[in-house]
Nanobody
Framework: QVQLVESGGDSVQAGGSLRLSCAAS????????MAWYRQAPGKQRELVAA???????TYADSVKGRFTISRDYAKNMLYLQMNSLKPEDTAVYYC?????????????WGQGTQVTVSS
């Protein structure tokens, strides 16, 4: 079992930066992929960035070049460095972990952290 707790959400002005953190209880080595998702009011949850156990990364087109995902195995932490923030980045950001099992994939979610970007 893995529990995920996000932190670092805040209100910032456009052009600013934030660093989100996700603390995982249990070993994140058991998670094949970790990711950040976000959900804006009235919109579906969307993938922002993902990182595999081999440190391969994927980003949504809307954040490429501005956001960087990273993980620290020793500290059981996942991070999202967000630079050049835009008002459209405003959303609740969720930490996610995925573990492949024989019958499918087990997904773990944090409670979310609010990011608000004002123009």
């Amino acid at each position: 079992q893995v529990q995920l707790v996000e932190s670092g959400g805040d209100s910032v002005q456009a052009g600013g930066s934030l660093r989100l953190s996700c603390a995982a209880s249990g070993s994140i080595f058991s998670l094949n992929t970790m990711a950040w998702y976000r959900q804006a009011p009235g919109k579906q949850r969307e993938l922002v960035a993902a990182i595999t156990t081999g440190d391969s990364t994927t980003y949504a087109d809307s954040v490429k070049g501005r956001f960087t995902i990273s993980r620290d195995y020793a500290k059981n932490m996942l991070y999202l460095q967000m630079n050049s923030l835009k008002p459209e980045d405003t959303a609740v950001y969720y930490c996610n972990g995925a573990r492949a099992v024989f019958s499918g994939t087990i997904m773990y979610w944090g409670q979310g952290t609010q990011v608000t970007v004002s123009s």
